[in-house]
């Protein structure tokens, strides 16, 4: 069963599990503020997430969020937390309002309940009520929240389930969100706007923050550690390896979808937007003139 409200998993660092997409909230306190890490998928869901916030007990002043990436149920929150500001990855700045249309248009085609992902149609009437609010703030590299006490790290190591997640690590409680660079309750969503060929090497790079005792928040699922970071990225890198192979190989792209290979760490039903991507993707051998 899926446990309710905020729970600490690091000195002041909490998270919350809403049912809704599987989504994870992180929450970050420090002496001069607080830090949501993600606000869900609609404005009234976003109020949720402020009503568990005060259910803790302790004085918190929202003053700030994070958003992990651009996707709907991590960012359509962001209206309900009016008094905070806003922070994203500038990639998440420059496309968040067309993804939020191209989602609306798709729950609008198709506005049935989606059980195995946890949402109904009441839901999807508040994802498309919802008025998206962007990021206030956009950084492309790195950026720091100084909640007085203890700081915030925003870092963006590269692309790979999008072009703009970000890492939000706490150094000081040995913590970190990784949105949706990391799964724990499903496999990793190769989506239309994935970077397959480049999601190991971004997740590489955030590795060197971990160590043994690490909690690491991913988008969807529990709580993990660095060895399920490492072995999440070393199945990532080994899709993108038979994507270079099969394409090197002058496979066409209906058979990569298709043929199976050992080696492969997921269904091919997963894997069939990770190859199509990763095809687009492969660097094209120069010719010289």
Same mark, same amino acid.
């Not at 002496?31 to 606000?39: L, Q, Y």
């Given at each position: 069963m899926m446990r309710t409200g905020f729970h600490e998993v690091a000195d002041r660092v909490f998270v919350a599990r809403y049912p809704q997409w599987d989504v994870n909230?992180?929450?970050?306190?420090?002496?001069?503020?607080?830090?949501? &890490?993600?606000?869900?998928?609609?404005?009234?869901?976003?109020?949720?997430?402020?009503?568990?916030?005060?259910?803790?007990?302790?004085?918190?002043?929202?003053?700030?969020? &994070?958003?992990?990436?651009?996707?709907?149920?991590?960012?359509?929150?962001?209206?309900?937390?009016?008094?905070?500001?806003?922070?994203?990855?500038?990639? &998440?700045?420059?496309?968040?309002?067309?993804?939020?249309?191209?989602?609306?248009?798709?729950?609008?085609?198709?506005p049935d309940d989606g059980p195995e992902l946890g949402y109904t149609a009441r839901d999807v009437v508040e994802v498309l009520a919802t008025e998206v609010r962007g990021p206030d703030c956009t950084f492309e590299h790195s950026a720091t929240i100084d909640l007085g006490d203890r700081a915030v790290s925003l870092t963006w190591a590269g692309r790979g389930h999008t072009d703009g997640d970000i890492c939000v690590h706490i150094a000081d409680a040995d913590a970190m969100f990784l949105g949706d660079l990391i799964e724990e309750s499903a496999d990793p969503a190769f989506g239309d706007d994935c970077w397959p060929l480049e999601w190991s090497d971004t997740l590489a790079s955030h590795l060197n923050w971990l160590g043994p005792e690490s909690i690491v928040v991913p988008g969807h699922g529990l709580p993990v550690d660095a060895g399920f970071v490492q072995r999440q990225r070393d199945e990532i890198e080994r899709v993108a390896d038979v994507i270079r192979e099969r394409h090197a190989q002058d496979w066409s792209l209906e058979a990569a979808v298709t043929e199976p290979d050992d080696r492969l760490p997921y269904r091919l039903a997963v894997l069939e937007g990770a190859i199509r991507r990763g095809w687009a993707q492969v660097p094209q051998p120069t010719t010289g003139s």
């Open positions: 909230v992180g929450l970050v306190l420090g002496r001069d503020g607080a830090v949501v &890490v993600d606000s869900r998928a609609s404005s009234l869901q976003g109020f949720e997430v402020l009503d568990d916030i005060r259910r803790l007990g302790r004085d918190v002043t929202v003053s700030h969020v &994070v958003n992990t990436h651009i996707h709907f149920d991590h960012t359509f929150g962001n209206t309900a937390f009016t008094a905070a500001t806003v922070h994203a990855h500038a990639n &998440v700045g420059r496309g968040l309002e067309a993804d939020a249309e191209r989602i609306k248009a798709l729950f609008r085609a198709d």
